[in-house]
């Protein structure tokens, strides 16, 4: 079996066309992510066709934003100290991370992607989520690993090359990355990898 650093889960926003929310969730399910995420489930016409498109990923509706466990912003600190306080609680949850993501080859295809995506006009992956290059995504990853972080649920740009941006956002978690996680970080001592899974 493949190891992996984090399990992944994606969100289709409102208003999406129904056979294109389907594509999408089905291109999630074969590339391994956990779950596809709805606010609600009158927003997608299909649900049924949606559910056997996305297997075996699961359909999660109404997802909540402000549950215990879920962290909203990529920030290392806030995730550790939430951690803390799920293990000092014994909370059995996963910690989730809920971010945008751009990533690209260069910085410029990040930019580019996350510019084209309307949902990032309130809410930019350079401000608040995870953004940059495949490398830089991928240290910005490891760290909330090392923090406590469980899983990511991500919010994707959805104008242009999707197939291709889940398949870097998919090995951002396996391959050699989980295998960094306990390589030496900027500062600090770096806790084992988490094995629980979001969705498992």
Do not use: C, W
Request: hydrophobic content about 50%.
């Amino acid at each position: 079996m493949t190891r992996q650093l984090l399990s992944l889960a994606i969100t289709l926003p409102p208003g999406l066309p129904a056979d294109r929310a389907v594509t999408i969730a089905a291109m999630a399910g074969r590339l391994g992510f956990s779950a596809v995420h709805l606010h609600d489930a009158a927003e997608i016409g299909e649900l049924d066709q949606l559910v056997a498109a996305a297997d075996p990923a699961l359909v999660v509706i109404g997802f909540p934003t402000d549950a215990t466990g879920l962290v909203r912003e990529n920030d290392p600190g806030a995730v550790s100290a939430v951690r803390a306080e799920m293990d000092a609680s014994e909370v059995t949850r996963p910690l989730l991370v809920a971010v945008p993501i751009s990533i690209g080859r260069t910085m410029s295809e990040a930019a580019a992607r996350a510019d084209l995506e309307p949902r990032f006009a309130q809410r930019h992956p350079r401000d608040a989520g995870i953004f940059g290059t495949f490398e830089q995504a991928q240290e910005q990853v490891l760290a909330l690993a090392r923090a406590g972080a469980d899983g990511l649920v991500l919010d994707v740009p959805l104008s242009r090359d999707v197939a291709d941006v889940l398949a870097q956002i998919r090995a951002l978690v396996v391959g050699a990355t989980p295998e960094l996680v306990n390589a030496p970080a900027g500062t600090g001592k770096t806790p084992p990898p988490r094995t629980t899974f979001y969705g498992e």
